[in-house]
């Protein structure tokens, strides 16, 4: 069964550090997405991204954030200086189609540890 | 605007019992309804899906019904076991607008041998 993976699987950086975490989606999938989950809180949408460009972002998105499709396999987070509140479990995701009916796969996240 | 809302954990159960975890969710048009379990140390897996009205979504025994008139999305399982344990994920995405998954607190379960 095709899956989105993510690497790193652990990064650690120290505050003011640029971190880009990487993400394959399933092949065929055009939308992708980036959510995080702080410890022991609720999952939350980040940004979601279709045909080269930002579709949405939440208020935790600012100027800090960016995301990327390099190439037509790889999709990218970069946070350009990283914050203690950074910390986090990031997860992306991709779906075939925007209906509500598509089901979003999820990839096994990126542990962030900021210190 | 849209939101989930789960009951609070974290809930304990001993193996083979029944259980049931509350999901209710304020939405505007008809959205999807998702159920998503993150084992330790794990990311999110899809557990379950209901895509209208009165749909069940079922999957390992886990089972939950798209209710619209109480605006609930219940996830039940008749016998739990050890390896249940996880935290439970009650998720939606709307059909109106946004592309984004909104999710619940997240229910801690744990199962007792």
């Known amino acids: 069964e095709p899956e989105v993976t993510q690497t790193p699987s652990h990064q650690v950086t120290q505050m003011g550090q640029e971190v880009i975490l990487r993400c394959v989606p399933i092949?065929?999938?055009?939308?992708f997405y980036w959510y995080r989950q702080i410890l022991g809180q609720k999952v939350e949408f980040l940004v979601s991204?279709?045909?080269?460009?930002?579709?949405?972002k939440s208020e935790i998105f600012d100027d800090q954030f960016s995301v990327e499709r390099p190439d037509g396999s790889n999709f990218t987070l970069k946070i350009r200086s990283t914050k203690l509140e950074d910390s986090a479990m990031y997860f992306c995701?991709?779906?075939?189609?925007?209906?509500?009916?598509?089901?979003?796969?999820f990839g096994p996240g990126t542990r962030l540890t900021v210190t | 605007g849209n939101s989930v809302t789960q009951m609070e954990g974290p809930v304990t159960l001993s193996e083979e019992a029944f259980l049931t975890i509350n999901c209710t969710y304020t939405?505007?048009?008809?959205?999807?309804l998702f159920w998503y379990v993150q084992y330790p140390g794990e990311g999110l897996q899809l557990l379950l899906k209901?895509?209208?009205?009165?749909d069940k979504g079922s999957n390992k025994g886990f089972e939950a019904t798209y209710r619209k008139e109480t605006t609930s999305f219940h996830l039940e399982k008749g016998s739990v076991q050890v390896s249940d344990s996880a935290v439970y994920f009650c998720?939606?995405?709307?059909?109106?607008?946004?592309?984004?998954?909104?999710f619940g607190a997240g229910t801690r379960l744990f199962v007792k041998a």
């Open positions: 209901a895509t209208k009205a009165d």
């Open positions: 092949s065929n999938h055009l939308y």
């Open positions: 991204f279709y045909n080269n460009e930002i579709s949405e």
């Open positions: 995701a991709s779906s075939g189609g925007l209906a509500e009916t598509y089901e979003q796969y």
């Open positions: 998720a939606l995405r709307p059909n109106t607008g946004g592309f984004k998954t909104i």
């Open positions: 939405a505007t048009g008809y959205p999807s």
